[in-house]
């Protein structure tokens, strides 16, 4: 890649940091040998400045999912209902009035085709909404219940259809935990973030652990009991420069065997209010050619986004990371938008 990008990264980042809404952010960009490197902070946010990763947690959970089936303690294959009693599972997804709770695949959950709704976005009384005007713990059996009130979407595994939904990896980090005979922090630590060497990457476990604040518009929101709670789907706090050890490991082969993407780049189009986003096997796909920069086919990002702003995102056809946060909880569309900008600046 052409060395002198740096000068248009950094035309794009500070376009974006004169926003409005941004009150701080950090963008880190490599490639995989670390020969071009490239980071600029705004607002008093540096590469070693703690960031909430929210959703890119997801990769996290996708990455111990993969290592356990790597180690022969699970399989995609596997039902749920070999993992979390009957109990738990009733109910959950009841649609046109059959149950499937019981023929739910870890596939299902991963590749976000189980049509469970989420409640963190859904209705007007949306966890999302509860947020902004409060903290709040809420355990696994909560977030089951407020799941079981809401309608599934669609049958599992509906041709052409898939739905985020934080439920699913929720249900995955149970999983997690049975498998490993670990809480999940410890099995993040025991099967991530030790091998790695990540000493800033951590699962906060309660308000005693550090958690960053998020802005939502002006408002500066601190919500370490509701971020505690959010666990397997989006809890997770580390750095811009741990966060690039981490992506890079995920792609790259270091966490697990990286031929088991041939079987995860399926991907389906999400619901309408996620954009441009595809979903794969635990990632996200964005395409930067088609409809929105039509006779520009550049490929695609793969990684993940978060509400809060964060973004973890890998550029195969230029070699290139990029990772960051805009730390904005009002437009979670930000993180997407900039990460397209930096690379369709790539020539």
């Not at 439920?167 to 973030?193: C, H, P, R, S, W």
């Not at 420069?241 to 995920?250: H, L, T, V």
């Not at 793969?302 to 730390?327: C, E, I, M, R, W």
Request: glycine share 8%.
């Amino acid at each position: 890649m052409d060395i002198n990008k740096a000068p248009k990264f950094e035309k794009i980042f500070n376009k974006t940091m004169n926003s409005k809404l941004i009150h701080e952010g950090i963008v880190y960009i490599e490639d995989t040998n670390g020969d071009f490197s490239w980071c600029k902070g705004y607002g008093g946010k540096e590469i070693d400045s703690s960031l909430l990763m929210a959703s890119i947690t997801k990769l996290f959970t996708t990455a111990c999912i993969l290592i356990l089936q790597e180690q022969g303690r699970l399989s995609l294959n596997n039902k749920i209902s070999e993992f979390i009693d009957k109990d738990t599972l009733s109910g959950l997804h009841i649609y046109k009035s059959k149950e499937y709770s019981f023929e739910l695949f870890i596939s299902d959950l991963l590749f976000q085709v189980s049509g469970l709704p989420d409640k963190f976005e859904e209705k007007k009384n949306s966890t999302k909404r509860k947020v902004i005007n409060q903290d709040f713990p809420f355990s696994f059996g909560e977030l089951l219940h407020w799941t079981k009130e809401l309608k599934p979407h669609f049958a599992p595994r509906t041709k052409g259809k898939a739905y985020y939904s934080d439920i699913n990896f929720d249900l995955l980090g149970e999983i997690i935990e049975k498998v490993n005979g670990t809480t999940l922090a410890e099995a993040y630590q025991q099967l991530i973030f030790i091998p790695l060497r990540l000493e800033h990457t951590y699962l906060p476990q309660s308000e005693e652990d550090f958690v960053p604040n998020i802005y939502y518009k002006d408002q500066v929101l601190k919500r370490p009991k509701f971020i505690c709670s959010c666990r397997a789907s989006g809890g997770a706090v580390t750095t811009a420069r741990e966060m690039m050890i981490f992506i890079k490991a995920f792609y790259g082969g270091k966490l697990f065997n990286k031929e088991i993407f041939d079987a995860l780049t399926y991907y389906k189009k999400l619901q309408i209010t996620m954009g441009p986003i595809c979903y794969g096997g635990g990632f996200m796909r964005i395409a930067l050619g088609g409809l929105l920069m039509p006779f520009m086919e550049k490929g695609d990002l793969l990684g993940h986004s978060g509400s809060t702003g964060s973004f973890a995102f890998y550029y195969p056809q230029k070699d290139l990371f990029f990772v960051g946060d805009v730390n904005q909880f009002a437009n979670p569309a930000l993180p997407i938008r900039l990460s397209m900008q930096l690379a369709t600046g790539v020539k």
